[in-house]
Nanobody, 126 residues
Framework: QVPLVESGGGPVQTGGSLRLSCEGSGRTFTTYNMAWFRQGLGNEREFVAVISPGGSFTYYRRSVEGRFTISREDAKNTIYLQMNSLKPDDTGVYFC???????????????????WGQGTDVSVST
């Protein structure tokens, strides 16, 4: 059973918007840091955004600040990524991931995350 299931990806033109969702399955992720990563063709997986348990802290990669918003709805065991003003460089497979909160900082590297979804494809055309 896949622990996290992403949805909401698809083709979009430059300047458009998409809202990605990631629903937890089989366990509750309310005490986890939840993050979005993305991977373009031929590139390494890169950090996009993270949200702490309860949503009090968020952090973004610089290139998406002001355009993307991460949020969580714990009653639905779901996180979201609202993506506005999309650019071709935002193209890639978007993955959500979960890392248990330890009180020792909020990670932004893939190796720190224990649970992953299978990804949803985002394609931004010019």
């Amino acid at each position: 059973q896949v622990p996290l299931v992403e949805s909401g990806g698809g083709p979009v033109q430059t300047g458009g918007s998409l809202r990605l969702s990631c629903e937890g399955s089989g366990r509750t992720f309310t005490t986890y840091n939840m993050a979005w990563f993305r991977q373009g063709l031929g590139n390494e997986r890169e950090f996009v955004a993270v949200i702490s348990p309860g949503g009090s802290f968020t952090y973004y990669r610089r290139s998406v600040e002001g355009r993307f918003t991460i949020s969580r709805e714990d009653a639905k065991n779901t996180i979201y990524l609202q993506m506005n003003s999309l650019k071709p460089d935002d193209t890639g497979v978007y993955f959500c991931a979960a890392s248990p909160a330890t009180g020792r900082g909020i990670p932004s590297t893939p190796k720190s995350y224990n649970y992953w979804g299978q990804g949803t494809d985002v394609s931004v055309s010019t």
